[in-house]
């Protein structure tokens, strides 16, 4: 009985937190507001903070949070099954300024209504989402920031191949 009182209690313990990872995202009520300008842009940071390109780069590669791999190639060779539904982020540092990243990340729909892209740091008009995510965006508000900041420093082409 003790063994299996023991099992259970480390259940309950992983449960818990899983459960602290899951309600990390911020909730809809802690949502800063934004400004699209132009339909093209958010030009002011989602926190007043610049982005931390280090943790930008954590959260496009992990599959739980921006998991930017499963559509677009990365120069980022020490990950594997890179994605080719989406452009190619190489030298995407090079092709836009932080605030039309800022946009895609926050809400790319915003851009193209029919992109399979999805937002990162939106909660309303959504549907098909999973239970108990319900008013939590994908990505906080510094997430969204970090990423931006990791993809501006990526500013070298993809290599070509023949």
């Not at 791999?69 to 300024?97: A, D």
Request: charged share 20%; net charge negative; hydrophobic share 40%.
């Amino acid at each position: 009985m003790q063994r299996k009182t023991s099992a259970i209690s480390a259940m309950v313990a992983t449960a818990a937190v899983a459960g602290l990872a899951l309600t990390a995202p911020a909730q809809a009520a802690d949502l800063v507001d934004y400004k699209v300008v132009d339909d093209w842009t958010i030009p002011e940071s989602l926190t007043g903070q610049p982005g931390d390109p280090v943790n930008g780069k954590v959260v496009a590669i992990d599959r739980k949070l921006g998991n930017c791999l499963s559509c677009h190639k990365m120069p980022i060779p020490e990950e594997q099954f890179h994605g080719e539904t989406g452009p190619s982020l190489w030298g995407v540092g090079n092709r836009y300024e932080p605030e039309h990243l800022r946009l895609r990340i926050v809400d790319s729909k915003v851009i193209n209504p029919e992109t399979m892209m999805p937002a990162f740091y939106r909660v309303e008009g959504l549907h098909m989402v999973k239970d108990g995510f319900e008013d939590q965006p994908i990505l906080t508000a510094q997430q969204v920031e970090d990423v931006v900041a990791y993809l501006m420093t990526l500013t070298e082409e993809e290599p070509q191949t023949n």
